[in-house]
């Protein structure tokens, strides 16, 4: 193992973080109900930008690290792995167990070609699994594919497109982020050995800003890492997963290695620290019916939501709820959206307001995952934005007369 002195000593050798130029954040807005149009991300140069929290990220989107988007497609031109988005509810770090020789932005850019190679002509899958991927010189790579920029789709292409189902970690890439450190790290010559450096800002800065656009809490009440019981896609239940865990902690593998494991304590402080530009106020569901979390078609769902008080000077605006519902064929890696979705092609989730009594009803009449998610919508001054923390519950509808799935043993440390 790598000393820190020679970790520390190696690192001021570094070269500096590729430049990508800068970009005027647009202006925006947030909305109480309905879908904020000018409220998605925007990307420009490498620039994301997302109104809602007025949090921005320079990334090197994929045209400049190299994506040969023909990889993406079949001969008669329709896509190998269309996007599909499910709000995410994980973050998930992974390492990409390639070799730590690289010694340039350059050759960095290299070795993301050859693991883009690898997930869409290797594994067959027409694209990078990962969402992003950050390097040991601090630069954030733009992964998966997302919204628009192809023939036919009228909209410019989005830069870390908001909520693309990602294939990282076979079985919860429904719902989770993946993001994977550029490297070796159970090598010797691994060189992040702490906290501290230009790989773990970019982490920091990469994970603050996913898990402030998605609602992420990284810590408890308690201090210790927040959970969630996350309903896997092929409909088993994995209770109390880390919102921010590594990729073992998921499955059987090695992936990120014990000195990034050990890390995740000071990640989910640094995310909550990070994150204190929002309120750090949130919403809970005080009164669930039924208590159950899988029912059957045509059972109704009533939830009363309750709201943290914001920290001066936010006070609470109002509430948004949105029902996200899909149901995915065993067969198939494209879901059927079912509720609380757009009707576009690449759907947005639509959010609705919550009346003065703070009460969620709906009735899930097909069979799916279904997920409530319940925000504050807080106002400062001119300032309006969603609270840091929000509400999720996920619920199984299933059908009672039909078999459960067979449930296919998981590989070690694949995706997709």
């Known amino acids: 193992m790598v000393g820190l002195a020679a970790a520390a000593a190696g690192a001021a050798a570094w070269p500096a973080r590729l430049a990508v130029p800068a970009v005027q954040a647009p202006r925006g807005r947030m909305v109480v109900g309905g879908v904020a149009r000018d409220s998605r991300p925007v990307g420009e140069d490498g620039n994301v930008f997302d109104v809602a929290t007025r949090r921005s990220l320079q990334v090197i989107p994929r ?8 990889f993406r497609f079949h001969d008669d031109g329709t896509e190998r792995w269309r996007e599909m988005f499910v709000p995410p509810k994980l973050l998930v770090i992974h390492h990409t167990a390639t070799p730590n020789s690289y010694e340039t932005p350059e050759e960095a850019m290299a070795e993301i070609r050859n693991i883009y190679d690898f997930h869409a002509n290797g594994h067959d899958w027409g694209d990078i699994g990962y969402h992003a991927i950050v390097d040991r010189f601090g630069n954030i790579y733009e992964g998966r594919h997302g919204r628009g920029g192809d023939p036919g789709e009228p909209a410019e292409r989005e830069i ?45 800065h990469y994970c603050t800003f996913e898990a402030g656009r998605a609602g992420i809490r990284p810590l408890g009440a308690d201090g210790e890492a927040a959970v969630t019981d996350f309903l896997r896609s092929d409909d088993a239940w994995h209770d109390g997963a880390a919102n921010v865990c590594g990729h073992r902690e998921l499955q059987e593998t090695f992936c990120p290695g014990d000195v990034v494991i050990e890390m995740l304590p000071a990640l989910r402080a640094a995310i909550h620290d990070g994150l204190a530009g929002l309120s750090r106020s949130g919403a809970s569901f005080s009164i669930v019916a039924p208590e159950g979390r899988e029912v059957a078609p045509g059972t109704p769902v009533d939830l009363q939501v309750a709201v943290d008080e914001p920290e001066p000077p936010w006070a609470v605006a109002g509430i948004e709820y949105a029902v996200e519902g899909w149901f995915k064929p065993v067969e198939s890696e494209d879901i059927a959206y079912l509720s609380g979705y757009t009707d576009e092609s690449q759907p947005r989730l639509t959010w609705l307001p919550v009346g003065p009594d703070g009460s969620i009803a709906f009735t899930p009449e097909r069979p799916g995952h279904y997920t409530v998610h319940a925000r504050p919508v807080l106002r400062r001054e001119r300032q309006t934005a969603p609270s840091a923390w929000w509400a999720q519950r996920t619920y199984l509808v299933r059908d009672p007369s039909e078999p459960e799935r067979e449930r296919p043993s998981v590989p070690e440390d694949v995706g997709h």
Do not use: F, K, N
């Open 160 to 204: 870390l497109s908001q909520a693309v189902t990602g294939g990282h970690t076979t079985e919860y890439e429904y719902g989770t982020i993946g993001v994977a450190l550029l490297g070796d790290a159970t090598a010797d010559d691994w060189g992040m050995w702490e906290p501290a450096g230009p790989m773990w800002e970019a982490l920091v």
């Open 63 to 70: 045209e400049t690290w190299g994506a040969d988007e023909s």
